[in-house]
């Protein structure tokens, strides 16, 4: 028998929470996708739309203005217009100009706006944001376009800093593996000097008042790491899925991570723990680990 894979869930209990998840069950896109069954044609991987609807429900009802890139049959198009209701500002994009019938056709959802032109080409990407009015009102934008890595690399790169505050960035079909767009996100928003898991450690008052956090056993002021970039100031989040990835934005600059604690008792001791903690990367050198 092969070994189990990390992640897999062989050796998980069932879950205990069924109701709760946001996997499981029906929801509005699905229903309205498994509705249809003549018109313009929509084609997506099942899984998506509970990923759409987790990140996406709180636009509902809203003038949010959504970009969806790469609307092939213009099925979906009447699908988000169904989601995001009447209010929503549909936006269509393609590199077909036989898609310019679609827009304020009732057919396709009515959308407000269709583009022809290549999703490749950052200028074009610059462009079509800025000249929705008013600029920055881009609050969801879907890459479903081409499914090459430079395409959505030059999507992202030329539509990020405009898409609005608190806004929601999905890319689909990143397919294969070691895939160079899904690699790129990862390296650029995660793993970079500049990115979400990186933090000053240098800098001086941040690191006073973690001394004195760690050598308190009460309760002491909170300590903040403040943001080394745009990217930790604005990125609320990534989120890796099957097949696509999700990045959102903060509503407001974030004053940075913090830090905090609460209560008297800990096991082991305070001082003992600080201490084994940094004992641990010489004891690690000393074993050769």
Same mark, same amino acid.
């Given at each position: 028998?092969? %070994? ?12 205990v ?13 699905? %229903? ?21 609807? %987790? ?20 099925g ?7 989601y ?70 030059? /999507? ?5 800093q ?49 001394? %004195? ?10 300590c ?9 100031a ?25 830090? /905090? ?29």
């Amino acid at each position: 028998m092969d %070994k189990p894979v990390l992640g897999a869930g062989l050796l998980s209990r069932p879950p205990v929470a069924i109701g709760a998840s946001p996997y499981i069950g029906r929801n509005p896109l699905l %229903k309205y996708f498994d509705s249809v069954d003549a018109g313009p044609g929509i084609w997506k991987w099942s899984h998506y739309f509970d990923v759409y609807h %987790k990140h996406l429900a709180r636009f509902r009802g809203t003038n949010a203005t959504i970009v969806e890139i790469g609307i092939y049959s213009g099925g979906s198009l009447r699908l988000w217009r169904n989601y995001l209701g009447p209010h929503a500002r549909i936006v269509g994009v393609d590199i077909s100009p036989a898609v310019r019938v679609y827009e304020r056709n009732p057919a396709y959802g009515s959308p407000d706006h269709i583009f022809v032109g290549d999703q490749a080409n950052g200028s074009f990407i610059r462009e079509l944001m800025g000249s929705l009015s008013p600029k920055g009102h881009v609050d969801i934008l879907l890459d479903d376009g081409g499914h090459e890595p430079h395409q959505q690399n030059a /999507t992202l790169r030329a539509a990020w800093q405009r898409l609005a505050r608190g806004g929601v960035y999905i890319c689909e079909d990143m397919q294969g593996i070691n895939h160079a767009f899904a690699r790129e996100v990862y390296e650029n928003f995660i793993a970079a000097p500049h990115g979400l898991n990186s933090f000053d450690a240098s800098n001086r008052a941040t690191a006073r008042c973690l001394r %004195k956090q760690s050598a308190n056993p009460r309760d002491h002021p909170a300590c903040i790491f403040p943001p080394l970039s745009a990217t930790q100031a604005w990125t609320a989040g990534v989120s890796f899925y099957p097949l696509m990835v999700v990045l959102e934005k903060n509503p407001a600059a974030s004053p940075g991570l913090v830090t /905090t604690k609460h209560g008297t008792k800990w096991q082991p001791p305070l001082h003992q723990f600080v201490a084994g903690l940094r004992e641990r990367p010489r004891r690690a050198t000393l074993r050769g680990e």
